[in-house]
């Protein structure tokens, strides 16, 4: 409901803080399709998570913070797959995995 209501003015950045966190996946799927559609159609997203496989599925670029200090940022695949700074490693290593 509250991603409605800040749709209404037609804003050009969306600030989603944690939209995700507490869902049940199906929930959090549907909310995920409706952002990247909406990303699709020009709207810029700033999005923070702790939910790394979210980071994957919505985002462009990546900015991970330490202690309200950025230690690494790129592109989305770049950061994931190939970290330098070793506090996003231990990030991904500590990551829930699905399989």
Do not use: W
Request: with cysteine; proline share 3%; aromatic share 2%.
């Amino acid at each position: 409901m509250a991603i409605a209501r800040a749709l209404v003015c037609e804003p050009k950045l969306l600030i989603c803080d944690e939209v995700t966190s507490a869902l049940d996946v199906s929930v959090q799927a549907s909310i995920l399709a409706l952002l990247r559609q909406l990303q699709d159609e020009g709207l810029t997203l700033l999005f923070v998570t702790h939910d790394l496989g979210v980071v994957r599925a919505i985002a462009d670029r990546v900015l991970v913070l330490k202690q309200g200090r950025v230690v690494e940022q790129g592109a989305v695949d770049a950061v994931l797959d190939r970290p330098e700074h070793i506090y996003t490693r231990t990030l991904l290593e500590n990551s829930p995995r699905l399989g």
